[in-house]
T-cell receptor, first 115, second 113 residues
């Protein structure tokens, strides 16, 4: 198992609500990436945080936002939840960002259900 | 845009047989190609990866090959066992400011005992 942890494990929300998901990176890692995995699909890149700054973003609307803290843990916030936001949200930590192919280690994910 | 295609979507083999999963990527700048295994309800787990300066890499029963010219890479599992049953994802990452992974659509591997 990796040293990446996520909370909560499961979450049920209703349309229009807001949600915050949390991720603790593996020791020695300063980069956290967030992915959305819909049922039966591969993970889709949401954004990445490197040393507390957003360092790249996928094709997700601004209501998906994030933070990274000085200890490199991270939060994913989603406002105005929609039914299509129901998915497994995965965070992955790596030693660094950039084009060197640093291995990404995934957390167990948060299963979000929007009713 | 960046895209990774993965085939087949499902694969059923007999225990002891070999399994091969193939991926094609579109971004010629991609330089890192990991493979993840995901069991039902679990996190994706890295099983092997390869970088663009290498053509083949092997780790016990698992091997990955890369053809940069054709932009293909493949996962080979030999002597399959029932515990190899899972969804396998290929991914590619390029030379950009972020090492974001572009994933394939996954292959459901079933190893029949």
């Amino acid at each position: 198992e990796t040293g990446v942890t996520q909370s909560p494990t499961h979450l049920i929300k209703t349309r229009g609500q807001q949600v915050t998901l949390r991720c603790s990176s593996q020791s020695g890692h300063n980069t956290v990436s967030w992915y959305q995995q819909a049922l039966g699909q591969g993970p889709q890149f949401i954004f990445q945080y490197y040393r507390e700054e957003e360092n790249g973003r996928g094709n997700f609307p601004p209501r998906f936002s994030g933070l990274q803290f000085p200890n490199y843990s991270s939060e994913l916030n989603v406002n105005a939840l929609e039914l299509d936001d129901s998915a497994l949200y995965l965070c992955a930590s790596s030693r660094s960002s950039g084009g060197r192919g640093d291995t990404q280690y995934f957390g167990p994910g948060t299963r979000l259900t929007v009713l | 845009g960046e895209n990774v295609e993965q085939h087949p979507s499902t694969l059923s083999v007999q225990e002891g047989d070999s399994a091969v999963i193939k991926c094609t990527y579109s971004d010629s700048a991609s330089n890192y190609f990991p493979w993840y295994k995901q069991e039902l309800g679990k996190r994706p787990q890295l099983i092997i990866d390869i970088r663009s300066n290498v053509g083949e890499k092997k780790d016990q029963r698992i091997a990955v090959t890369l053809n940069k010219t054709a932009k293909h890479f493949s996962l080979h599992i030999t002597e399959t066992q029932p515990e190899d049953s899972a969804v396998y994802f290929c991914a590619a990452s390029g030379k950009s400011a972020t090492n974001k992974l572009i994933f394939g659509t996954g292959t459901l591997l079933a190893v029949q005992p």
